[in-house]
């Protein structure tokens, strides 16, 4: 079972007004006292939130104690603008990057890298490498990334970013703890001795998760859709289910050996503190 020896870390992103930078530091100031191994901090799909990702990085490096991992992708940008954010991040007494390919912009139908970029999230890593001894996290898929021929040349692609430096992989997010242990089985016959870190959302809306799985290719099974029937005015009981549902899938992925979560906060505490103290976690005092 999970106890107080598990790892967390969390992921915020970029505000883009002022409700929503107070939402973000209150959901920070909640969490915090958790002591994550790590937050980060998204870039937007498209890198277009560069700015508002760069002064959320550079206040929490200067106003708190948490480390900070700044995402960091190759979509809109030189290999240089790339590199020179890398070194200004590793000035700040930044260590931690997450490197992603990243997302084309909404106006683009599929990845066409820059012209003096970098073509994926393998370069970004050895790129990385070459700046400086980051610890680097990439992204893993275990239903496998929507623009990969088939699975595995998507364990193809997950080995090369290890190969290239990568420290750990956060998978996207996922349901049936089943598809979580299937995938870090089968990155181990690949070789892939690197930690595999569950990626764990917790649902603040049905109808949103439902959104961002049709978007990334994650399945959404037919028991999670039927806890959430018939809640849409019922903001409170889909609250307790969402927690519900959380714990159940961190409670059995810790009984399979996991003892490492990364939680998708959206910007909220409430869920993700819950299911942080089911998992034996306390705040400091």
Known sequence: MPDCTTKISFEFFPPSDEAAEQALWSAIRRLAPLAPRFVSVTYGADGSTRDRTH????????????????????VAASRCEVLDIARRYWDQGIRHIVAL???????????????????????????????????ISVAAFPETHPDAP????DLDNLKRKFDAGA???ITQFFFDAGVFLRFRDACAARGIAAPIVPGILPITSFQRLRTFAARCGASVPHWLARRFEG??????????IAASVAIEQVERLGREGVDEFHFYTLNRAELTYAICHALGLRAAA
Request: with cysteine; hydrophobic share 35%; glycine share 6%.
């Open 55 to 74: 002064r959320v990085v550079s206040r929490l490096v200067r106003n708190t104690k948490l480390t900070t991992a700044p995402h960091l992708t190759c």
């Open 101 to 135: 390919r990243g997302d084309p912009p909404a106006n683009r139908d599929g990845h066409r890298p820059h012209a003096d970029g970098f073509a994926y999230a393998a370069d970004l890593v050895a790129g990385l490498r070459a700046v400086a001894p980051f610890e």
């Open 231 to 240: 809640l849409d005015d019922d903001a409170e009981t889909r609250k307790l």
């Open 150 to 153: 088939d699975a595995e040349s």
């Open 167 to 169: 420290t750990r992989a």
